[in-house]
């Protein structure tokens, strides 16, 4: 089985520009989460997608976005981007939220770095 | 306001030898918490995930404790490999409609030959 895939791995992008990230879930997994890590402040949760809907947010500006497929393919948005956005992005898929007890696959992130 | 708290924040031991690592939380109502182990510009790997009624969770030489009455849990290494080089987080995560996964900021343990 394919694990989660996430493009591109590595972006460059200027302060004020928008970007978009792409994740695909494992087959058969509808909850995709997404996550910022920085070496500032670590892992932090986003937001989390299940059948196309928008089940949960963190603390984050609505710069931040972001949308499921039906085929459970997520994209996130940062709109505006400022210097604090660079951080490594991660998704993850499950079966179900991470507030159940299964396992969470992470992909192995976006690099994006904001000059 | 929920808080997980890592210690110690590094560790460095020789291949062979056994560690634990420490996780107090203060999330609630709890769900579920979970040990995970990232390489270096990798996303994080699943070790164990434990629930309210566990108390011990094995993944091979990976031992998780909880317990819910203090809001602790330990992962204990066996046996330790230069494999384990990594940083190793907990993460915990409340229940109820609306939850938001509260990580700590991760053990980096250094196994060295």
């Not at chain 1, 792409?22 to 892992?43: A, D, E």
């Not at chain 2, 560690?19 to 979970?34: D, M």
């Not at chain 2, 229940?95 to 250094?110: A, K």
Request: hydrophobic share 30%.
């Amino acid at each position: 089985k394919a694990g989660v895939t996430q493009t591109p791995r590595y972006l460059i992008k200027t302060r004020g520009q928008q970007v978009t990230l792409s994740c695909s879930p494992i087959s058969g997994h509808r909850s995709v989460s997404w996550y910022q890590q920085t070496p500032g402040q670590g892992l932090q949760f986003l937001f989390e997608y299940f059948s196309e809907t928008q089940r949960n947010k963190g603390n984050f500006p609505g710069r931040f976005s972001g949308r499921q497929f039906s085929n459970s393919r997520s994209e996130m948005n940062v709109s505006t981007l400022e210097l604090g956005d660079s951080a490594l992005y991660l998704c993850a898929s499950s079966l179900a939220a991470p507030s159940l007890p299964y396992e969470q696959y992470f992909g192995p992130g976006t690099r994006l770095t904001v000059t | 306001k929920n808080q997980v708290e890592q210690s110690p924040q590094s560790l460095i031991i020789l291949e062979g030898k056994n560690c634990t690592l420490q996780c107090n939380y203060t999330v609630s109502p709890f769900s579920n918490l979970r040990w995970y182990k990232q390489d270096t510009g990798r996303g994080p790997v699943s070790l164990t995930i434990m629930t309210f009624s566990e108390n011990t969770k094995s993944n091979g030489r990976y031992t998780a404790t909880l317990d819910a009455d203090t809001k602790q849990s330990s992962l204990h290494i066996t046996a330790s490999q230069l494999s384990d080089s990594a940083s190793y987080i907990c993460v915990v995560s409340g229940s109820g409609g609306s939850y938001i996964p509260t990580f700590g900021r991760g053990t980096s343990l250094i196994v060295h030959p």
